[in-house]
């Protein structure tokens, strides 16, 4: 039959293409291994940007999808990065939700380093310990986190890139430990929050904690035999814990945004957003103005919200974020008008935007 005959040549064609799926893979290895004996950087933004670029152009010409293609290739160059020495600090234990927001970004081969604040993740992408750090920013659920918007502003440190994880929370235990013998409950606050729904119905104590995972490890080491925590499956794999209950968030449409620090922000993709923070004058119509700024050259804003300056009272910051690259035209003439309503403005960063 023809049919029998077409999947035979798919099968080859399919040969053909892991074969230059390891080659290429090889290759960026090699240069990798190029970049670390010579001291640069090993993940190079503006290069993975610039093949992107590439592969849409090929792809428009050969008549594919070239969305479909340009996911296809942000996949394979994860594969790469994840191939290279890139150090990534994160908040949390081996098996936060940050530890694996950064696996889905930079390749599950990555090298990453816990830290146990938020100011340490800084701290070493600042000094350069860490290429990168991953940060939470908000969470669908429960809104922003302040901490980190508040480091934001205060750091050199820019935004590279943004992180959509699908969070899932579970209930986990010492392996003896059963439903009925639980008389407390340890995790992250934002995670206990996110859980309220199926944390009223239980008579427990509810105990914050730094971490979701450190929660788990620590039930462990302190053979917590009526307690539990909630944490991610990958956390009861890790520390060898029984998983008691699963989807235990209030709303499965869970998302936590990620960003990417790194010193230097994205070069334009095509696909980006800017996050930025700005004050405006004490004058009426001084916020409209500014927002009116973006809408005239037809910048579409996606997030902003409200954070006191923390200097003087009742005054406060606002954190904003748009669709556009700082270097695009648009937005390099929004940006300038601003500056007639705004009493500062500070860009954190331009990067891609994420794909969940």
């Not at 049919?3 to 892991?18: A, G, P, S, W």
């Not at 100011?119 to 070493?124: A, D, L, R, T």
């Not at 060898?240 to 449409?253: K, Q, T, V, Y």
């Amino acid at each position: 039959m023809k049919i029998d005959k077409l999947r035979k040549q798919i099968d080859v064609t399919d040969e053909k293409i892991i074969a230059l799926l390891a080659e290429r893979l090889k290759l960026a290895a090699e240069i990798g291994h190029e970049k670390k004996q010579g001291e640069q950087p090993v993940v190079n933004l503006e290069r993975e940007a610039a093949v992107l670029a590439h592969v849409r152009e090929l792809a428009g010409q050969a008549g594919l999808d070239v969305p479909s293609a340009e996911s296809i290739f942000k996949q394979i160059i994860r594969s790469a990065r994840g191939m290279r020495a890139v150090r990534i600090a994160f908040q949390g234990e081996p098996g936060a939700y940050s530890q694996q927001a950064a696996a889905c970004f930079f390749g599950s081969g990555a090298e990453t380093v816990p830290q146990e604040t938020l100011e340490s993740v800084f701290s070493m992408v600042g000094s350069g310990e860490a290429g990168y750090g991953v940060v939470p920013v908000e969470n669908s659920l429960e809104g922003s986190i302040s901490k980190t918007y508040d480091l934001l502003l205060e750091s050199n440190l820019k935004v590279a890139g943004e992180i959509e994880f699908k969070v899932m929370h579970c209930l986990i235990a010492n392996q003896d430990t059963t439903l009925d013998t639980i008389t407390r409950v340890y995790s992250h606050p934002q995670a206990l929050g996110q859980c309220q729904g199926f944390l009223r119905h239980m008579n427990w104590e509810i105990i914050p904690a730094y971490d979701t995972a450190g929660s788990v490890k620590m039930i462990k080491e302190q053979k917590i035999m009526d307690g539990a925590a909630i944490a991610s499956a990958e956390a009861a794999r890790l520390y060898g814990m029984r998983i008691l209950s699963c989807a235990l968030e209030d709303n499965p449409h869970n998302f936590t945004r990620f960003f990417v620090l790194a010193q230097q922000d994205s070069p334009p993709t095509g696909c980006d957003k800017t996050s930025l923070v700005f004050s405006v004058k004490h004058q009426s119509g001084s916020l409209h103005g500014f927002l009116g700024e973006l809408a005239r050259v037809g910048l579409n804003m996606t997030k902003i919200e409200s954070r006191p300056t923390r200097k003087t009272p009742w005054e406060y910051n606002f954190y904003l974020d748009f669709e556009g690259h700082r270097l695009d035209e648009k937005v390099e003439q929004a940006l300038s008008g601003l500056e007639r309503y705004a009493t500062f403005v500070k860009v954190l960063g331009s990067y891609p935007r994420a794909n969940r």
